[in-house]
Every structure is written in structure tokens, then in C-alpha cells.
């Protein structure tokens, strides 16, 4: 199984803030990792796809970067509604894994 | 806007048996694969099963090979999962997604739904 390791798990910001998430892959994976949002008792929400690809409708102050085995995600200026926590998923492999999450707080 | 909507959660003995639905609303649905995923208390989100949009390619996580059944009826726009044997360590909320490449996993899940809970204790 490829792991997907995020870091930190989680972290504390005020809005404004430039905010940046790491996703490492325990092998290459090309630019196949992708980006959620989830917010309590709500669906996950897919923000990013591809390492860099913005999902429409997403905000552009989320954008992606990485290739191979380490990524980020990041958040230009933190808004309000952006504190959530926040995962990633590899689709290079058919047994898709996922990182444990970054709550942000 | 599409949505996934899942249902059949609830509290069973170990040892027991649940169907889980995920029913699909306002959008395309059965050329495109469809995964089980759940997230047990305090920890991550574990892949489960997934199954193409013919049903004929169906796979299982190794934690419920045996044990989980999948399936689906397109004229009804969902999919099912079947769990049989259920042990404390299958407590989570369970999520189907829709995988949003039609005709190709793995890649990104578009939708999600919300979730529905599986509670397994005596």
C-alpha cells in the first residue's frame, strides 16, 4: 500500500494567514494526489485534483503544487469558512489511501 | 447540484449484519465507478470497496474481503453495500463516493456523500 503522510496534523491560524499542508507519498506517485475539505457532518468536498488542478467552483486562494512524493496545499489568505480540517488522497494506486488529515484551527 | 445521499446506518451485535445504500441525485452516475470509504473515531479515512459503473469489476479492501458484499442498480441509481460479520473494529462512518472520471479508477471522488454511521457493540 502507498502511505500518504500529512503534516503537521494540525495547526492554528487567524484569518489572513498564508496557511501551507504537506502530503508526502511513501512512493513516487507522479501528480496523481488529490485535495479535500471536510468540514464537521458535512461531505468531504474536493478542492484540488491532479497535485494542482483547482476544482470548479473552488476559491482561487487554494492551489497545489508537488510532484512525485511531496506536495502542499496551500491557502493564500485564510477566510472564515476555510477552517476545516483537510486531506489528502493518492489515485496512482487501485487501493486508494489517504492522509490522516490536518485539522486547522 | 449533485449529491450523494447514504443510508441503512445504525447500531448492530457484533456478529450481525447491515445494508448500507448511497442513492445518487442530479448527476451521471452509471458509467462512473463508485467506492465505499469510512472513517472509524479519531482516525483516518481507510478505502473499503469499490465497484465499476457495469458492476463487473468489484474490489475490497482486505480488513472486509469475505465479509462486505457490493453492488448496484443503475435503473435506481444506486449502490449497495452489504456487510455481513460485523466486528467492533468496522464502528465508523461509512461515505460512498463517486469517482468523476466516467469509465476509469482510480482518480479523483466528486461527489461525496455526507455519511452514515455504523455502530458494532454488544
Known amino acids: 500500500d502507498i502511505q500518504m503522510t500529512q503534516s503537521p496534523s494540525s495547526l492554528s491560524a487567524s484569518v489572513g494567514d498564508r496557511v501551507t499542508i504537506t502530503c508526502r507519498a511513501s512512493q513516487n506517485i507522479n501528480t496523481f494526489l488529490n485535495w479535500y475539505q471536510q468540514k464537521l457532518g458535512k461531505a468531504p468536498k474536493l478542492l484540488i485534483y491532479g497535485a494542482s488542478k483547482l476544482q470548479s467552483g473552488v476559491p482561487s486562494r487554494f492551489s497545489g503544487s508537488g510532484s512525485g512524493t511531496d506536495f502542499t496545499l496551500t491557502i493564500s489568505s485564510l477566510r472564515p469558512e476555510d477552517f476545516a480540517t483537510y486531506f489528502c488522497q493518492q489515485s496512482y494506486s487501485t487501493l486508494i489511501t489517504f492522509g490522516q488529515g490536518t485539522r486547522l484551527e | 447540484q449533485g449529491q450523494l445521499v447514504e443510508s441503512g446506518g445504525g447500531l448492530v451485535k457484533p456478529g450481525g449484519s447491515l445494508r448500507l445504500s448511497c442513492a445518487a441525485s442530479g448527476l451521471t452516475f452509471s458509467d462512473h465507478y463508485v467506492s465505499w470509504i469510512r472513517q472509524a473515531p479519531g482516525k483516518g479515512l481507510e478505502w473499503v470497496s469499490y465497484i465499476s459503473g457495469s458492476g463487473l469489476s468489484i474490489y475490497y479492501a482486505d480488513s472486509v474481503k469475505g465479509r462486505f458484499t457490493i453492488s448496484r442498480d443503475n435503473a435506481k441509481k444506486s449502490v449497495f453495500l452489504q456487510m455481513n460479520s460485523l466486528r467492533a473494529e468496522d464502528t465508523a462512518l461509512y461515505y460512498c463516493?463517486?469517482?468523476?472520471?466516467?469509465?476509469?479508477?482510480?482518480?479523483?471522488?466528486?461527489?461525496w456523500g455526507r455519511g452514515t454511521q455504523v455502530t458494532v457493540s454488544s
Open positions: 463516493a463517486r469517482d468523476a472520471v466516467p469509465g476509469n479508477y482510480p482518480n479523483w471522488l466528486d461527489p
